[in-house]
């Protein structure tokens, strides 16, 4: 059965970033649906696939981290507006009997993803 996780590293105090907040949307073409709404545990992870089976089709999907707050929680010195504050995150699902992992690899100045599995 196919599935969508995540895990948010924050690279920069080296240690899973918890607490926060993750919107998913569906995308097609210009309409932007909203599935639902996580956040991490104390591991960086969500407690649960954030979409699997059914709910889990192939096309384009967007993850959307709330990173500014948890910097903020963090005591993260930085200017107003943040450089970082929302992240979207866009990707393809070619195989939705596969798993696809999208970690987030953060710091304040910068991010990376990958799929992982």
């Known amino acids: 059965m196919g599935r969508l996780t995540t895990h948010v590293l924050d690279t920069a105090k080296g240690?899973?970033?918890?607490?926060?907040e993750i919107a998913v949307y569906r995308l097609e073409g210009e309409q932007r649906t909203r599935l639902k709404r996580v956040v991490t545990n104390d591991d960086g992870r969500c407690d649960a696939?954030?979409?699997?089976?059914?709910?889990?089709?192939?096309?384009e999907y967007e993850l959307v981290f709330h990173a500014g707050a948890y910097l903020r929680r963090q005591g993260v010195a930085a200017d107003e507006p943040r450089f970082l504050d929302v992240i979207p995150l866009r990707f393809g699902v070619a195989d939705a009997s596969q798993h696809y992992h999208v970690p987030l690899l953060l710091s304040p100045y910068g991010y990376s993803t990958y799929r992982g599995s």
């Not at 240690?15 to 926060?20: D, L, M, N, R």
């Open 15 to 20: 240690q899973p970033g918890e607490g926060i």
């Open 49 to 59: 696939p954030i979409l699997e089976g059914d709910d889990f089709l192939a096309g």
